[in-house]
């Protein structure tokens, strides 16, 4: 233990604490190996863009301007406050009633309110999937490009996250069964998979979900999907979760993380929740939940009027969205050398620019270009991945502004290439 | 790996599935290390206390019935909500400028918005010291009795919680340095200290707390202090921070962690926050931040009115919270055998009461006791301590509900004590 300075009590306090001005106060291992928010890493640039005057097109941060539906939060109007008070750890009864009957409407008929458990939204669910279930330098598997807050948990808990690369060519599908298995060691013991996915839009078919699953079962793994974009995938398909592909009896090798984040445009509530059949697993994790007291009660509240939206709104929305994707893509068809299919599902799109490096061209949109005082802000892909040197020249473009935003955007975008190209 | 059942594709999935229901699926030693929260653990025998008819004082939980300040609430009624954002990942700027000016009234006038992150109440503000400052393994000072929910962070973080005991008979005052000293490895990085204290209610005076601010300057730890509390001190003194303390020239060793949960009896907002010179340290847990997106947007427009409350409101409080202490007081005396000192601040007392085991005695209040259909629920204070067969004897009561039913529990209290020691 390094000392500074000698104390000895005729110094005085002032004495010693002027005498002692260098210390060596280190930081942890982990909080320095935590990456930063490839999302969030261009706010710097993109703040002194607007202090220049620039008009920017927000596609890099999956924050939707959808309209909340008025059910959830007109209430907020007619309420008396005297206090706000702690709510249950396990979450507010109401809520877990109604999520409890909406899983029942997705087809788990089974579940019960012991299968629950309210989390400061999804990204609170995913921790814990983590610290429960994984030992220090555990493995827990991802399909890159993959949702890189995860890592932000994956670092916290000490666990090493191994990365499956999918190919922008097939929209990135899942590689075949030998791709995965060979990426499975003794010390693997989840899979995370977000579907729809966070960055790339891919709905995996129920038959892709159940191949995984299967693996997961053969190979004594934990399969925690993320389902947070469920309501948003633009093929028919009825409204399902992975939960309907594991037996009653395989009582719990299955982790749904959902949220209301996306679904009800409601980013700003931090309301999530975990499902699983392993009643162990969530008893245990009301423990973290108790160590946190509880989940925001005005925004449970909020959340908990889910029953009364109408099943119009998400109808509406997925059209909205649907169109959305439709602009970026015929605006991306018109980049020449642009790689990329129209994603299944969720608000996204990862797509390979003709750019070289995707990383300097975003920041350049923000620092150099400009249209008509107007710019693009993208997310670069390479964050998504971990795998180095992958992604280079991959960007995510997140379809959460109006149509008309859209489309004066990816004129930007097509510009924008054109003149990157030529300087 | 062990495999259950062979899976051949002829099997066909819902045939494998029906074969392998027996599975090993382990949770992490990390969770099951994690204590239950023993404030809550009683909560199932009040629920089936309450389904018999029996009506409960609450003394058990920190969860006061204070009015929230109108101030913070009433522009709820008159918003019209579009849709609900993320905010800045560092917390909305409004709120951190109200901290930073609040910071400079405290005396701590070099504060700037680089020292301060708003958390997911003062418990994410725990969680990211351990984090980010501590490796696995490494250790953490507490003064027993402790509050026990940063023994889950401690277990999530693997960090060992080293316990100095304090003793009921001073007031839980801080031990000598010698004892402090003796308990210093070179693991320890941190102390954390709550002042006011939960679960004591002592308040540890400035040169108590300059004391153990020099110890860790000697020995190069950093200095946690939960101000949480601050403003419920119950003897003239100035409204300050233990930041005032530390000299600017000594960046960084000090962390507050905050919150407006007691302070404006807004528990059930989810909003605390970290205050340190060290802006590395708060760069740093941004990452963190990032990784869970926000805290909840409405919360904290609720905490970013903290401007607008006369001071009066806290005065007013205060003196609410003294009168109440003091019924708490009149009552232990007329209890035979009870060991207490009249605490400095907070809103709890640890008294030792004459009943052999707290633990029982608490449950059997809430399974077998009652006075006129009424029974009191306390704390066992036993898991406050970590040191093994510490605090048998005693409970944490809360004084978080009015006069007229704290004066009924205390009586009740006294009663129950004595049927105990008939049965």
């Known amino acids: 233990m390094r000392r500074y300075g000698v104390y000895t009590k005729s110094d005085g306090f002032s004495f010693f604490c002027q005498n002692v001005s260098m210390f060596d106060m280190?930081?942890?291992?982990?909080?320095?190996?935590?990456?930063?928010?490839?999302?969030?890493?261009?706010?710097?640039?993109?703040?002194?863009?607007?202090?220049?005057?620039?008009?920017?097109?927000?596609?890099?941060?999956?924050?939707?301007?959808?309209?909340?539906?008025?059910?959830?939060?007109s209430w907020l109007k007619k309420t008396n406050i005297h206090h706000l008070a702690y709510t249950e750890s396990q979450g507010n009864r109401q809520l877990i009633k109604s999520i409890v009957k909406y899983y029942h409407q997705l087809g788990a008929k089974d579940i019960t309110e012991d299968n629950v458990i309210i989390t400061a939204g999804g990204s609170e669910a995913i921790q814990w999937c983590f610290f429960s279930i994984c030992e220090i330098g555990d493995e827990v598997m991802v399909f890159e490009p993959f949702y890189t807050n995860v890592e932000g948990y994956a670092r916290m808990a000490d666990v090493k996250l191994v990365p499956v690369t999918c190919k922008i060519e097939n929209g990135f599908h899942l590689p075949s069964n030998q791709v995965i298995k060979s990426k499975i060691t003794k010390k693997t013991k989840a899979v995370y998979l977000s579907n729809p996915n966070n960055p790339t839009g891919t709905y995996y078919s129920p038959s892709e979900v159940k191949r995984l699953y299967q693996l997961c079962l053969k190979n004594n793994l934990y399969l925690i999907v993320d389902e947070v974009y469920r309501d948003f995938i633009y093929q028919k398909v009825k409204l399902s979760t992975a939960l309907n592909f594991e037996k009653k009896s395989q009582k719990g090798r299955m982790i749904i993380v959902d949220s209301f984040s996306k679904r009800y445009s409601l980013c700003g509530i931090r309301v999530g929740f975990m499902v699983s059949r392993n009643k162990e697993l969530i008893q245990n994790v009301l423990k973290f939940g108790q160590a946190r007291l509880a989940v925001g009660d005005l925004d449970q509240q909020i959340a908990g009027r889910m029953d009364q939206v109408p099943p119009d709104y998400l109808k509406k929305v997925k059209k909205e969205y649907q169109e959305r994707r439709e602009v970026i893509y015929q605006g991306l068809k018109k980049i020449p050398g642009a790689v990329f299919t129209k994603p299944e599902g969720a608000f996204y799109y990862v797509t390979k620019l003709p750019v070289g490096d995707a990383d300097k061209f975003c920041e350049w949109l923000l620092t150099s270009f400009h249209h008509n005082q107007e710019t693009v802000m993208l997310a670069p892909a390479n964050g998504f991945y971990l795998s180095k040197g992958k992604g280079k020249e991959e960007v995510r473009i997140a379809y959460v502004i109006k149509?008309?935003?859209?489309?004066?955007?990816?004129?930007?975008l097509k510009l924008a290439v054109e003149k990157w190209n030529r300087e």
């Open 26 to 73: 280190k930081l942890s291992q982990r909080i320095k190996n935590t990456p930063e928010s490839p999302i969030r890493k261009l706010e710097p640039a993109a703040r002194s863009a607007k202090a220049r005057g620039i008009k920017i097109y927000h596609l890099n941060i999956g924050q939707p301007d959808i309209k909340t539906p008025n059910q959830m939060v």
């Open 403 to 412: 149509k008309s935003g859209l489309r004066k955007a990816m004129v930007m």
